[in-house]
């Protein structure tokens, strides 16, 4: 039996410094592909992130792998060595298996940033260690070797450690550009790996053993050198691809960039051009609101300066048409003087009217509330314009669905509205017409209202000329042959008046079918009946 001799590696045997350093950029150029690819996984969605994923934990497994084999072949230690093949596939599963763990954290989204880093460091870290030491058992010489037990721990200190602020470089959201943080993540993970890889090899001791040999069915260094090569191929390959793919990205958000950058200009100047638009408005605006409500000021101060003088003509008139002082004389001089004092009254209601919408306009016009009956306010309407529609043989009358309805409403303004409607339908209404007045209790969203309804059976109207009738001086029949008189005031008038009361005045109408004006009275405003109004109404 041949006696074994003991000698040290770091004393007998030597590297290749060139060989070192081919392994020393690919460790690094592999780490830097692997945070491209993984900076890309995070752009895409679920499917595309775990096949991105999938890539970088490839190129990281099979950079590390490379690095340890190409380390290898770096060495003499005087003997000639080969390699276990099992042992060696092992150590490549390893490399990939513990790629693929640290980077799976790393894209795991349940965990803090800072607690992702540390899981991926372990992971990646200790599967790499694994990785390098199953490596070292794969090696077949004619010699023993002894590991320090102080170096293992130190390289698997080093590896896992740098892996942890490599993955923690690499998940930094500081606003720094992309590339040097794949850069700065590179470099620490791939110190790591080679760290762990010469400090290991730095506390190896071999023990000559002549009886040991190197078995004809292992792996030699020139096979070993081509499987190297050609992982180096796929991980320039896998490099490419994901420069490529950054080009690609970055030339898109650039466009992408640069086009909403357009978009921003061409909002802000609009933007500036709205704002330029609308002062002008509200400009514009106030000076129309001022000279309405001037003109609104003045109109409603002339009452007393309008009606005056125009009481004057009326009264005399009267006068004249009674003969107080004695006789004309001619009959015609009574009809002059009954013609002044019906186009005196009939100007003093025009008066009146547009006086009640400049006070209105001015906000001056108060309500004088008071309690009303709805049954007498209907009964007022229908005797007040009996004489018009009895020269214009038209039928008027009412119903209230239930008696001792009551009101808190300006019974002067209420009776006005009714005024307004009625005359409205008494004279678009034909001969041998009628007009029905109906009140009934409504249910509204606050409580139980009031509708007055007052229907004619007159001409009607199509429904886009509904809203010009509701326009101050609103005329339909506006030709210079017009067949109706009135200066269009009374449903604007009544519609204004309605409003003030916290109502609607609404209007449904077809041609040739009359028209129903619908006015709804808030229930604030309605008191109930009563129940021992209700007994006698039944």
Known sequence: MNSAAHFDSTVHSHHDLYLVGLAALICLFACYTAFSLLGNAREFSYTRRCLWGAAAAIVAGCGAWATHFVGMLAWRPGFQIGYDVGLTVWSFVLAIAGSSAGLSAMLSGRRSERTRA???????????????????????????????????AASAVIVIGMSTLAFRIAGRTDGSADYLRRLAAAVALAAGICGLHFTGMAGLSVIHDQSLDVSRHVLAPTSLAIAVAAVTVMIVAFGLTGSILDQHLASRAARESNRLRRYITELEATQRELKATTTELTMALEAAAAASQTKSQFLATMSHELRTPLNAIIGFADLMVTEIHGPLGDEQYRDYARLVSDSGLHLLSLINDVLDLARLDASQLNLIEDVIEVDRLLHDAVRLIGPQSGKAEVSVSWRSEQPGIRLRADTRRMRQVMLNLLS??????????????????????CGIGLEITVSDTGIGMAPDEIPLALERFGQIDNGLDRRFEGTGLGLPLAKLLMEVHGGKLEIASLPGNGTSVILSIPSDRVIEPAPDMLAVGR
Request: aromatic share 6%; hydrophobic share 45%.
């Open 118 to 152: 540390a899981w991926a460091g372990v992971l990646a870290g200790g599967t790499i260690t694994a990785m390098h030491y199953t490596g070292m058992a794969a090696v077949r010489m004619p010699a023993a070797i002894d590991h320090s037990g102080i170096a293992v």
């Open 424 to 445: 409205n339908a008494v004279k678009f209404t034909p001969h041998g017409g009628s007009i029905d007045i109906d009140a009934r209790m409504t249910k509204q969203p």
